[in-house]
Nanobody, 127 residues
Framework: QLQLVESGGGLVQPGGSLRLACAAS????????IGWFRQAPGKEREGVAC????????YYADSVKGRFTISRDNAKNTMYLQMNSLQVEDTAVYYC????????????????????WGQGTQVTVSS
């Protein structure tokens, strides 16, 4: 059974950092395009960062460029989202997803395809 489980969320003050993790099971993550998404209360889900290892392409939403970094550890079959300089506006539930290697990072982060979402992990940025 293919499964992704997010972890690492929490409460952090503005300017702080968090690292989210997404553990994959049932498939090898290194053969997939990976992405992180978030949904704030009352807002639609949006793509935050997506990455394709086969061509090295990466996409970041303008709101997180320079602050967030997506990565993967194939040995651990886990993807990460390092979030620095967190802002109140980053408060949301964060989700991860994986897609076919044929999909572009832009298409994935634009949510042009449907994904089966897990529970997500809550990130709250507040003083």
């Amino acid at each position: 059974q293919l499964q992704l489980v997010e972890s690492g969320g929490g409460l952090v003050q503005p300017g702080g950092s968090l690292r989210l993790a997404c553990a994959a099971s049932g498939f090898a993550l290194d053969y997939y395009v990976i992405g992180w998404f978030r949904q704030a209360p009352g807002k639609e889900r949006e793509g935050v960062a997506c990455s394709k290892s086969s061509d090295g392409s990466t996409y970041y939403a303008d709101s997180v460029k320079g602050r967030f970094t997506i990565s993967r550890d194939n040995a651990k079959n886990t993807m990460y989202l390092q979030m620095n300089s967190l802002q109140v506006e980053d408060t949301a539930v964060y989700y991860c997803a994986a897609d076919s290697i044929l999909v572009s990072v832009q298409a994935m982060c634009a949510l042009s395809r449907k994904y089966d979402w897990g529970q997500g992990t809550q990130v709250t940025v507040s003083s």
